[in-house]
């Protein structure tokens, strides 16, 4: 069965409403906190709100605006391409290799690698040897199928996940409290520089998958209703499979694991607007950005000065409303 689409005009409104949301959060979320921040005196350069609000709000919730909006997308991909409505970013195994090179990064003692964390560094080593590694065992004589793509994933998952179980048994009481807080994802202040070349990760690569909506729409039906219209399944397989992954493994080595972002609004979206690709790509990075810039602001306000961390928030947050989806979903 072909997947229903959508008008221009209907495309065009759900996107712009999406994006206002994600503004407004964008605008609203800085404002938050335990400390009254004047953007008036932030803007005049007066002190301390220009340090509050320049150094610490903002930095923070433009990294959970493109981190939420990158895995939601990922999310998305991930579905289109496994066929699989609850395949996640963290499915094919490149979230925990990332988690692994971190993990291993602590355990060894590695402080800063020049300007750029040395966690971050080995977290996206991690991923890149994972995704490497998944594309050598699902590729069969140049082609790759959802199947092969799933049980390499999987399988690389797993073994990821005794490296850092592994790890983790050998490290010190010090150590293994930053593990566990680095599995459990947060957001922190980062430099501009750092989210500027984030921004020039997630901004393009979305921008890309847009652009080949047609291509997912047609992958999300079956390979051979793609082929049958022209669609080279092994070409469009591999390019989501690179950019989905390139998107997790970036997003991941700066903020940890984050789940539920990249299952929970794709899904949704997914039950209220269609299985168009036109529409679920840009209105899960816009609405995935503003759903983690509120978890986010959620964490770090609701037991001032004590943060939750995000990814327990946006569990806590978002699986109930993931189970009222599927109860209103399975009603007459």
């Given at each position: ?21 994600m ?46 909006g ?28 990332a ?44 082609r ?8 390499a994933?999987t399988?690389?998952?797993s ?40 921004a ?118 978002g ?7 599927l ?6």
């Amino acid at each position: 069965m072909a997947v229903k689409t959508v008008t221009f005009r209907r495309m065009w409104l759900i996107a712009s409403v999406s994006a206002a949301a994600m503004a407004a959060v964008a605008l609203l979320m800085p404002l938050a906190g335990p400390a009254k921040v004047d953007y008036g005196r932030a803007f005049a350069g007066l002190s301390p709100d220009r340090e509050i609000l320049f150094l610490a709000r903002i930095p923070r919730v433009l990294l959970s605006l493109l981190a939420g909006g990158g895995l939601a997308v990922a999310g998305v991909l991930f579905q289109a391409l496994l066929r699989d409505a609850l395949a996640t970013p963290f499915t094919l195994g490149i979230s925990t290799g990332a988690s692994l090179g971190a993990v291993l990064a602590i355990c060894l003692g590695l402080g800063a690698l020049g300007p750029f964390p040395a966690t971050w560094a080995l977290a996206f080593a991690g991923s890149g040897i994972v995704l490497v590694a998944v594309l050598a065992i699902a590729a069969e004589k140049r082609r790759m199928s959802p199947f092969t793509l799933l049980l390499a994933g999987t399988t690389i998952n797993s073994i990821s996940m005794a490296g850092i179980m592994f790890l983790q048994y050998l490290s010190t009481f010090g150590q293994s409290f930053a593990i566990v807080r680095w599995l459990m994802g947060g957001i922190e202040a980062v430099d501009y520089a750092t989210l500027a070349w984030l921004a020039c990760i997630v901004v393009p690569v979305t921008l890309l998958l847009f652009w080949r909506s047609r291509e997912w729409n047609l992958l999300a039906v079956g390979e051979d209703w793609a082929a049958a219209r022209g669609v080279s399944t092994s070409r469009i397989m591999l390019t989501g499979y690179l950019a989905g992954s390139f998107l997790t493994g970036s997003i991941t080595a700066l903020t940890g694991p984050i789940g539920f972002v990249g299952l929970i609004v794709p899904h949704a979206l997914r039950i209220r607007l269609g299985a168009d690709h036109r529409v679920l790509i840009p209105a899960s990075f816009f609405l995935g950005a503003a759903f983690l810039a509120i978890c986010d602001t959620l964490s770090r306000t609701l037991l001032s000065p004590i943060e939750i961390p995000v990814g327990v928030t946006t569990a806590l947050l978002g699986g109930p409303f993931f189970i009222y989806l599927l109860r209103r979903r399975g009603r007459p």
